[in-house]
């Protein structure tokens, strides 16, 4: 693809329907774009389009989109179990499947098959580079990570990785389409586990876990220092407990399988809550007690 490539972009295909699938198909339907979401499971799929019927419509109701828009996006939306026929005409993919590795290197396989020659390739994964699925797509310079955030609907953030053989037209394009998409897009130069957010991320709360399992401070005052002298929107415990303990499990145990460092282990006190099935705010209890 050359560089001027954003110009051929017409039909973005987005591989898996759950939270962040849905949510990305929905952003670039909204950025004016044709959009196939793709998923195995129908279920998976009409619980999206509810979904994302049910949010624009509050978007609506609370004046952020007008109700022509909502429904010109939406109707630029389709959904469906059929890989094949989905990819044989787009031009550019994101795959938000699910983290297993031999799940996206399958994926990531048919697509170098089934795909035109020109679509690039991407991956949303947090935590796997996409070094790892490149090759088996057989067009490694058009692979990358394009990592969103949660909720993809408004978080400004999205991170382009590019590995090794990645092209710079490929990185020129998957970025100029973020910026379409109304995102604030950042260049990872070479993969790294946990790219930059999360690392950052990483590094606070291993300090707030320090300091609280020391006893130096309270969760809450803790929290409260990141709100008031950082200006963090939350505190390291509640934004832990908004992710979900067992997210953030996992990605230490992706980080430390990559790294192998000591330092880069799960902390021992969340490793507790999750086995207690204190997960954060989706059960009701974590860091803190929602149930009241």
Known sequence: MSAGGIGNIKHVL???????GSQIGMVAALAGYRVSVQDIAEDMLTRAKEQLAGRMQANVAKGKTSAEDAEAALGRLAFTTDLDAAAADADFVIEAATERLDIKQQIFERLGRLAPAHAILTTNSST??????????????????MHFFNPALVMKCVEVVRHE??????????LELARRFGKEPVLINREIPGFVANRLMGAIQKEALALHSAGIASLEDIDTTAKTALGHPMGPFELMDMVGLDVIQFIAEATYAETGDDADRPHPAIAD???QGKLGRKTGQGWYNYEK
């Open 14 to 20: 987005v591989i898996g329907s759950g939270a962040m």
């Open 128 to 145: 796997l580079g996409s070094s790892k699925v490149a090759e088996a797509s057989g067009r490694p310079e058009q692979v990358c990570n």
């Open 273 to 275: 809550l999750v086995a």
């Open 165 to 174: 053989r990645t092209s710079d037209a490929t990185v020129e394009t998957t």
